[in-house]
């Protein structure tokens, strides 16, 4: 594969990973006013959030099948379409069964689309040669800051779903329908494009410490998503307006740390980044456990931005290692595919877990749960292998500038 043509594929599929975290954000920063729209009982709002990462799972299980036959290019091609128009759809309908239907669209494209995403990012950062994947992922915390952006506009000026998202979705479609023209595995043929290989996958053994790994961080993930507000105004005192900070602070620290990310792990390799990242995560959590107030739960939620970011990504860049070193491309992309589903299980882990301790202990007790969990990725560090590892051959000179 020619070096432009890499450079192509990085580009587009950065845009890829910025339009999803656009369209996420304008998801679940507007859940208040899905709920409206539709009368859905706070009883009945956990079974509809909970079947979004379930379906997506369940797609994410697929994705790793389909892509044997057609490839992970053809698959984000047409998933990322799907997710944007299910989006328009949970604003155009008004019945509790036409949200049903809407979001569980929403989750099975959104499982393709994530499968898919990183298996391309995983592929490509083998053919450069070192690490480009927090370069991804920061695309993806930037588009997540815009769609929150937006949705708080939506919401400030009383906007409707449909009229919130309409002019997104104009917008994004066919921004994600060109760039999809450029989307490059890292293979050098066909064949391997399409993912094909002679073995058929790695062991769920080898799989499960990274497999772990991923769901400690997404359970830290929700609980800053899910927690942040009501810590800081209950536990904390802070006003309502003052509640909205923590979360923000995060997702700009989680950009600043994936946008540094590649060079870190570069310098360093992705062992050290990964222990570095977990310690000062549970530091962040601790700091939020132990604040007398406020500004000191702000900070502590800034530094777990910070520690969480690189962790995920360098999750799916592991994987992808160890199963390309055993199987093949082939076996690269079911394994990116089967660690997808662990993102999914800790969401469903973390936010629950976090309330339930909250209730029936403390909130201040509860934080120190993801400490701890988060702090058990340092034990399996070795799991990202030596400083010395490397994604492939050197199609990447030393001074070329991140995509993202």
């Known amino acids: 594969m020619t070096d432009a043509r890499l450079r192509r594929g990085r580009g587009s599929l950065a845009v890829s990973f910025f339009v999803q975290g656009v369209t996420f954000a304008l998801l679940v920063t507007r859940i208040p006013a899905i709920q409206e729209r539709y009368g859905i009982s706070d009883g009945l709002l956990p079974a509809f959030l909970a079947a979004v990462p379930i379906l997506a799972g369940v797609a994410s299980v697929a ?51 994530d499968a898919s995403m990183n298996m391309l990012g995983v592929s490509l950062q083998r053919a450069y ?65 399409a993912g094909e290989s002679a073995g058929g996958g790695v062991a769920f053994a080898l799989l499960l410490p990274l497999c772990l790994v991923m769901t400690f961080a997404y359970i830290g993930d929700s609980t800053v998503s899910n927690w942040s507000a009501k810590y800081l105004q209950d536990v904390l005192g802070s006003s309502e307006e003052m509640a909205t900070v923590p979360y923000n602070a995060y997702m700009v620290t989680t950009l600043l740390g994936r946008g540094v990310g590649d060079f870190a792990v570069r310098r360093l390799g992705a062992a050290a980044v990964v222990r570095g990242g977990a310690v000062l995560a ?35 860049a592991a994987a992808g290692r160890l199963a390309f070193t055993s199987n093949g491309p082939g076996g690269s992309d079911a394994a990116v595919a ?67």
């Open 338 to 404: 089967r660690l997808n589903v662990f993102n999914y299980v800790g969401f469903l882990i973390g936010s629950p877990l976090v309330g339930a301790l909250g209730d029936a202990w403390s909130y201040r007790g509860a934080m120190l749960v993801p400490m701890v969990l988060v702090l058990v990725t340092v034990a399996y560090a070795t799991s990202f292998g030596s400083r010395a590892a490397r994604y492939g051959g050197g199609h990447e000179r030393p001074r070329t500038v991140d995509v993202g």
């Open 282 to 316: 549970a530091v962040g959590f601790a700091v939020v456990a132990v604040a007398p107030g406020a500004w000191v739960g702000i900070a502590g939620f800034t530094v777990l931005g910070l520690g969480l970011s690189v962790i995920v990504p360098q999750t799916f």
């Open 129 to 193: 040669g070192r690490s480009i994947m927090l370069g991804f992922h920061a695309s993806y915390s930037l588009g997540g800051i815009v769609g929150a952006s937006l949705a708080w506009v939506g919401a400030r000026g009383d906007l409707s779903l449909f009229v919130s998202y309409l002019p997104v979705v104009l917008v994004l479609l066919p921004v994600a329908l060109v760039g999809s023209r450029w989307y490059a595995a890292g293979g050098d043929g066909v064949g391997q494009e």
């Open 63 to 113: 994705t790793g099948r389909l892509v044997a036959t057609v490839g992970p290019a053809v698959v984000l091609r047409w998933s990322q379409p799907l997710v944007l128009l299910s989006l328009l759809a949970v604003g155009v309908g008004s019945e509790v069964w036409q949200a049903a239907v809407a979001l569980g669209l929403f989750g099975l494209a959104v499982g393709a689309l």
